[in-house]
């Protein structure tokens, strides 16, 4: 199980939100590749970065900020990104960058032939992000909530070839209230590529509870507020998921 920091780009600066709500932000950092080389130090394995103003705009917008971070870490760890990524030459350019994996969220739900071509451009590089509440997915920052069954789409793109799913139950994003552990099982159980779990991971417990159905799929989990805030220790999460997992590497 990896444990896996985010870090979340809004104006250059590292924040976090509440379930989504641009307005409602906290600045953790002013120097993203600071906090990317603070995390590789406490020994992790892969980093998230999500460009905020991107997901709201359509298009990147803090393609700086990432550039300086990949500049920090190198070829250290794998980065996947997303946010605003609507096309496949910003696709490119990314991975161009040194980006390994780059997250497609709302264009896969408003534009599936464009996940499915990118999955055919870049194999191995394309995961797809689902955010949903109440099982039905949101789109557009979180900003508007579909029709889509969260189940239905993920079963289709994961014929499309996407390396993993990112899952975030928007209801718990950011609001230290612990994972919902019953609906990222229900979503990874039938399906064969990895689900990684994002959204309310609180405290080691959270971790704990995640590590008991890494069998069903769920292979890594996205941290933010928590390890900002102090309500979670990321090295003593890494290690915690690593004991609990020993035939991981």
Not at 5 to 32: N, W, Y
Not at 139 to 159: I, P, Q, Y
Not at 194 to 203: E, L, Y
Request: proline share 4%; hydrophobic share 45%.
């Amino acid at each position: 199980m990896l444990i896996i920091p985010a870090i979340d780009l809004k104006d250059g600066h590292c924040v976090r939100l509440r379930q989504g709500v641009m307005e409602d932000s906290t600045v953790f950092s002013e120097d993203p590749a600071a906090t990317a080389r603070h995390w590789l130090a406490q020994g992790a394995r892969r980093l998230h970065l999500v460009d905020l103003n991107g997901a709201f705009a359509g298009k990147p917008r803090n393609e700086s900020a990432v550039r300086s971070i990949i500049e920090a870490v190198g070829d250290e760890v794998p980065v996947q990104l997303g946010g605003g990524i609507r096309d496949l030459e910003t696709i490119e350019r990314y991975l161009d960058l040194g980006v390994t994996y780059i997250i497609v969220g709302t264009a896969a739900v408003k534009v599936p032939g464009f996940l499915h071509e990118a999955c055919d451009a870049f194999p191995g590089h394309i995961m797809v992000g689902l955010d949903a509440k109440g099982g039905k997915v949101a789109v557009n920052g979180w900003s508007k909530l579909t029709g889509h069954d969260v189940s239905d789409l993920a079963k289709r793109f994961e014929d499309y070839g996407v390396e993993a799913i990112i899952y975030t139950d928007i209801g718990r994003d950011g609001m230290l209230t612990g994972v919902n552990i019953e609906a990222t099982v229900e979503l990874a159980r039938p399906l064969h590529v990895p689900v990684i779990a994002s959204g309310g991971i609180t405290n080691l417990d959270d971790v704990r509870n995640l590590c008991e159905v890494e069998t069903e799929g769920i292979t890594g989990a996205i941290t933010g507020r928590a390890i900002y805030e102090g309500t979670l220790d990321f090295a003593a999460a890494q290690a915690l998921a690593d004991e609990l997992s020993p035939h991981l590497p």
